[in-house]
């Protein structure tokens, strides 16, 4: 089944550009799947950072949008997240994340969105 | 409104049934996902869609939904039960939103 498995330096220096890679293994990174990015500050809730389609299509969470790209590599099955001009409140555990929308047909359609596919996370510092 | 609302605590004896509920407008549009975060750990799917479990989860675990509102009930909860449970689902802009959380814990 389809594995994630998060990489990337565990401490960044304020103002500098945060950059984590996501390696997808046992499947395809060019199926119909959203490949998504969520944080967590210690002792905090799940935070969206944002996502990107196969297709290449990205949505990013409106507050991080002016700091944030996500990139996907069909070649090298991987996706990336960059996040610039980092403080100490980046610093959080990143998760990357394999997700689907669905829609439930009907007079009144319905929609779902889930991540199923999760990696094990990897701590990043910001600290000088 | 993009925001997902959770009780922060919620408390349960062993073996009782307890809802966990997700307030928020997208919910009228969206099914909302439900996920369980033990400690140092990432985030498991517990129930998606309608009330989807996937392979794995217990079937104690189930999703409803009404207007605004989203549930995730537990039949008979277990001392594993204890942790933390995010529901998330997608806003009206198309982006995803968590709530804040419930820590649940298990008398």
């Known amino acids: 089944q389809v594995q994630l498995q998060e990489s990337g330096p565990g401490l960044v220096r304020p103002s500098e550009t945060l950059s984590l890679t996501c390696a997808v293994s046992g499947g395809s990174i060019s199926s119909s799947d959203w490949w998504s990015w969520v944080r967590q500050s210690p002792g905090k809730g799940l935070e969206w950072i944002g996502e990107?389609?196969?297709?290449?299509?990205?949505n990013y969470n409106p507050t991080l949008k002016s700091r944030v790209t996500i990139s996907l590599d069909n070649s090298k099955k991987q996706f990336s997240l960059n996040l610039t001009s980092v403080t100490a409140a980046d610093t959080a555990v990143y998760y990357c994340a394999r997700g689907a929308d669905e829609t439930v047909q009907g007079i009144d359609p319905y929609y779902y969105y889930y991540m199923d596919v999760w990696g094990k996370g990897t701590t990043v510092t910001v600290s000088s | 409104s993009s925001e997902l609302t959770q009780d922060p605590a919620v408390s349960v004896a062993l073996g009782q049934t307890v809802r966990l509920t997700c307030q928020g407008d997208?919910?009228?549009?969206?099914?909302a996902t439900w996920y369980q975060q033990k400690p140092g750990q990432a985030p498991v799917l517990v129930i998606y869609?309608?009330?989807n479990r996937p392979s794995g989860i217990p079937d104690r675990f189930s999703g409803s939904s009404s207007g605004n509102t989203a549930s995730l009930t537990i039949t008979g909860a277990q001392a594993e039960d204890e942790t933390d449970y995010y529901c998330n689902s997608r806003d009206s802009s198309g982006h995803q939103v968590f709530g804040g959380g419930t820590k649940l814990t298990v008398l």
């Open positions: 990107i389609y196969h297709r290449g299509n990205t």
């Open positions: 997208s919910l009228r549009r969206y099914y």
């Open positions: 869609g309608r009330n």
